[in-house]
């Protein structure tokens, strides 16, 4: 038998203060964030994780976002480097946290730079963002650690205003992706069927699925009902401060497969 752990953490208080890379800075309603948190919990563990709870940052703004803090497969976890300089002390306590379930951990390496939110893994096929905060130097590394377990890794260009790979496109069925045309060109993908985004909702690329359901922002109901007109399954949540933030819903967790 195999489980699904998820680890999280909780938001930082100074969540207002957090990285803006390509949005205006709004007000964060920090006990809204949290509240909204709680139920993305809550979806994760009615999808059937089970929480891990890495150690509380409380002054670490975007600590909350553990995505880019590793990527993990089933043989190995890497530990990221992230581009935004305020981020790199978050990795550790990640690194903590992955250590009961991968014996082999790995680290990106100076000049690498790696955000874990510009990793699509999608079976033994890895894509990699090359974004602000991720350079070729970490894809080098990644093919080194990842390709005698028999991963392909290749590089993928974005377009401007996107900020990771996972903003421009993510898994929401076995065959299919949903995906920013103005933000990463679909010839990246020719294993898959692509739904596109609604024209009017560019950051509505980044879904969670965890088996057959997708855990998808209400904050984004063209999309949505795009997905949904597809057969898609979806466990809407509210993620309007995590998406000031620059944030999505695969953002607050790192997902690991776990044989019991
Ligand atoms: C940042 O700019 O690093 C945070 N404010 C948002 C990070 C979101 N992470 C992700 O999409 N993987």
């Known amino acids: 038998m195999s489980k699904l752990v998820a680890i999280v953490r909780t938001i930082s208080p100074r969540m207002e203060k957090c990285e803006l890379t390509h949005l205006d800075r709004q007000p964060i309603d920090v006990a809204l964030a949290e509240k909204q948190h709680e139920e993305y919990l809550d979806a994760l563990r009615r999808l059937g994780c089970e929480l891990e709870h890495a150690m509380e940052m409380p002054f670490h703004p975007d600590s909350v976002f553990v995505e880019d803090c590793a990527v993990v497969v089933d043989e190995l976890a890497i530990i990221a480097r992230p581009g935004a300089e305020s981020r790199r002390e978050e990795v550790y306590s990640i690194a903590e946290a992955l250590e009961q379930f991968r014996e082999k951990i790995y680290y990106i390496e100076s000049p690498g730079l790696l955000d874990g939110g510009d990793v699509l893994r999608i079976g033994k096929q890895i894509w990699v963002g090359l974004s602000g905060r991720t350079n070729a130097d970490a894809v080098l590394q990644m093919q080194s650690i990842l390709k005698p377990y028999g991963y392909s890794v290749d590089a993928v260009r974005m377009g401007e205003g996107c900020l990771h790979l996972k903003s421009a496109v993510t898994q929401v069925a076995d065959d299919l992706l949903l995906l920013n045309p103005d933000w990463v060109h679909p010839d990246y993908f020719p294993d898959f069927d692509i739904i596109e985004t609604d ?62």
Not at 222 to 238: K, N, Y
Request: aromatic residues 4%.
């Open 199 to 260: 024209p009017d909702e560019p950051g509505a690329a980044n879904a969670l699925l965890i088996g057959d359901t997708v855990i998808y922002p209400d904050d984004y109901p063209f999309t949505a009902l795009l997905l949904a007109e597809e057969g898609i399954e979806l466990l809407l949540v509210d993620n309007s401060e995590v998406i000031k933030a620059e944030g999505g819903v695969t953002c607050c967790c790192v997902l690991v497969g776990v044989e019991d």
